[in-house]
T-cell receptor
């Protein structure tokens, strides 16, 4: 069953802690993305990766970090430097980047700072 | 900078009527315009997209129109049904931003029985 999987679905973090959100895809897609979704706003790009071992900052990268050691995996770490981390995080993948193809999204992770 | 504006933020229509959501974009070089539907608690899913060499595209009850001169594109849903209730997002790719998709803020579509 092909798709893109995010875990966990819900995550609670204490202030000052780093947390890592998992994103795995078995679609053999080259490009992967992390978005943040806040109420009443569109999707804002945090980081994206066009190929293994390469990634670029999106519009709101401050306080976040990523890695792309494997084609299937693109984990996002929310660091203590992110001042307002409570949000819904969506991971996505697509066949390529420049070809502007459909993006497939994971189910999302809702992060709450307590 | 690049920008996509989406209107209205909320749209309520009677079941069976048509719904129209409009987006405007800032970069005349944009060439790809997808629409995604996000049902409550679920992931966004592509419902239709259009490229800059086409003015209109239809898929059953859904259509998208593109006016490159005016830099706007619209989603049209005819004969609306309860399952059309969701948040709809438009997006546009921007060449100057390495073809990143810039997203509209979303429209909450409510279908009244």
């Amino acid at each position: 069953d092909g798709g893109i999987t995010q875990s966990p679905k819900y995550l609670f973090r204490k202030e000052g802690q780093n947390v890592t959100l998992s994103c795995e895809q078995n679609l053999n897609h080259d490009a992967m993305y992390w978005y943040r979704q806040d109420p009443g706003q569109g999707l804002r790009l945090i980081y994206y990766s066009q190929i293994v071992n390469d990634f670029q900052k999106g519009d709101i990268a401050e306080g976040y970090s990523v890695s792309r050691e494997k084609k299937e995996s693109f984990p996002l770490t929310v660091t203590s430097a992110q001042k307002n981390p409570t949000a819904f995080y969506l991971c996505a993948s697509s066949i390529g980047w420049v070809t502007n193809t459909e993006a497939f999204f994971g189910q999302g992770t809702r992060l709450t700072v307590v | 900078g690049e920008n996509v504006e989406q209107h209205p933020s909320t749209l309520s229509v009677q079941e069976g009527d048509s719904a129209v959501i409009k987006c405007t974009y800032s970069d005349s070089a944009s060439n790809y315009f997808p629409w995604y539907k996000q049902e409550l608690g679920k992931r966004p899913q592509l419902i239709i997209d259009i490229r800059s060499n086409v003015g209109e595209k239809k898929d059953q009850r859904i259509a998208v129109t593109l006016n490159k001169t005016a830099k706007h594109f619209s989603l049209h849903i005819t004969e609306t049904q309860p399952e059309d209730s969701a948040v709809y997002f438009c997006a546009a790719s921007f060449m100057d931003s390495n073809y990143q998709l810039i997203w509209g803020a979303g429209t909450k579509l409510i279908i009244k029985p």
